[in-house]
Nanobody, 116 residues
Framework: QVQLVESGGDLGQPGGSLRLSCAASGFPFSISVMSWYRQPPGKEREMVATITGTGSVINYADSVKGRFTISRDNAKKTAYLQMNNLKPEDTAVYYC?????????WGQGTQVTVSS
């Protein structure tokens, strides 16, 4: 079955960097669109970044453009989210997402807290 396991969440300082990973299994990773979402405290979940199977098409939320970079390693079946110049408003639970046969699948989430 589809499994997505996020890691890398931590306490980060404003202006600092964190790198999230999403280890995938149970589906054809290299042809699957992978996305990162986040859910800030008390708010709805929102899309952060999306990358196609080959990495040829990438989209970002306006709030993270120029600071976050999504990437993937198809050989390792892992997606990444490099987060630079962190801001307090980046505090959220970050989720990895894919869709298989029209059904969305989510990881368990990893907590990112940005605070001095």
């Amino acid at each position: 079955q589809v499994q997505l396991v996020e890691s890398g969440g931590d306490l980060g300082q404003p202006g600092g960097s964190l790198r999230l990973s999403c280890a995938a299994s149970g589906f054809p990773f290299s042809i699957s669109v992978m996305s990162w979402y986040r859910q800030p405290p008390g708010k709805e979940r929102e899309m952060v970044a999306t990358i196609t199977g080959t990495g040829s098409v990438i989209n970002y939320a306006d709030s993270v453009k120029g600071r976050f970079t999504i990437s993937r390693d198809n050989a390792k079946k892992t997606a990444y989210l490099q987060m630079n110049n962190l801001k307090p408003e980046d505090t959220a639970v970050y989720y990895c997402r894919t869709t298989r046969l029209g059904v969305p699948h989510w990881g368990q989430g990893t907590q990112v807290t940005v605070s001095s």
